[in-house]
């Protein structure tokens, strides 16, 4: 296993829109490992293939609070929304910024686990907002692009500081 490099924003290859995973092989088994760890070390509960730079639908999730409930979502399609909450995000693409975003309060989400077996879950609270911050990935959108142009403005320039600062 290996910790990958993740992207920060305003790294435009954020902005790409992932192709559906064709088969789920031992490759893509050993890419869900490697963003477990990824994960898991940054400290972070979602990590979109597209944030570590792997164009392909693929997100795990673990908002459990002993970090040991990973959740696979390949190739994955809200079926259903339902409801509105508004939640304060944070992304590990975009390190220390935290802003509300309003989003579906319920989803009906279906996809294939990393045996490639097709179910379909019901998420609610921050589940459904960690499905939907990451599936934003998958199609190229980062969260702080539901924020208000200014906001995006400062948040781009803070994190271009950071960048060189490093």
Same mark, same amino acid.
């Given at each position: 296993m290996a910790i990958l490099d993740i992207l920060n924003y305003?790294?435009?290859? $954020? +902005?790409?829109? &992932? /192709?559906p995973v064709k088969e789920v092989n031992a490759t893509i088994r050993a890419l869900i490992r490697d963003m477990a760890e990824t994960m898991y070390?940054?400290?972070? =509960?979602?990590? &979109?293939a597209t944030q570590v730079n792997? +164009? =392909?639908? $693929? !997100? @795990?999730?673990?908002?459990?609070?002993? /970090?040991?409930q990973l959740q696979v979502f390949i190739n994955p399609k809200i079926l259903e929304r339902d409801g509105e909450q508004v939640y #304060? #995000?944070?992304?590990l693409s975009v390190p220390g910024i935290y802003e509300s975003v309003t989003r579906a309060e319920k989803v009906l989400v279906e996809a294939m686990d990393e045996q490639g077996k097709l179910f379909t879950l019901e998420a609610h609270g921050l589940l459904s907002v960690c499905i939907q911050h990451e599936m934003d990935h998958l199609q190229g959108k980062v969260f702080v692009e539901? !924020?208000?142009? $200014?906001?995006?403005?400062? @948040?781009? +320039?803070?994190?271009?500081?950071q960048k060189r600062g490093k």
């Open positions: 305003p790294d435009p290859r $954020l +902005h790409t829109v &992932a /192709k070390d940054a400290p972070g =509960i979602g990590l &979109a792997q +164009h =392909i639908q $693929l !997100l @795990i999730i673990d908002t459990s609070e002993t /970090k040991d #304060e #995000e944070g992304c539901y !924020l208000s142009p $200014l906001k995006r403005n400062r @948040i781009k +320039h803070k994190m271009l500081k």
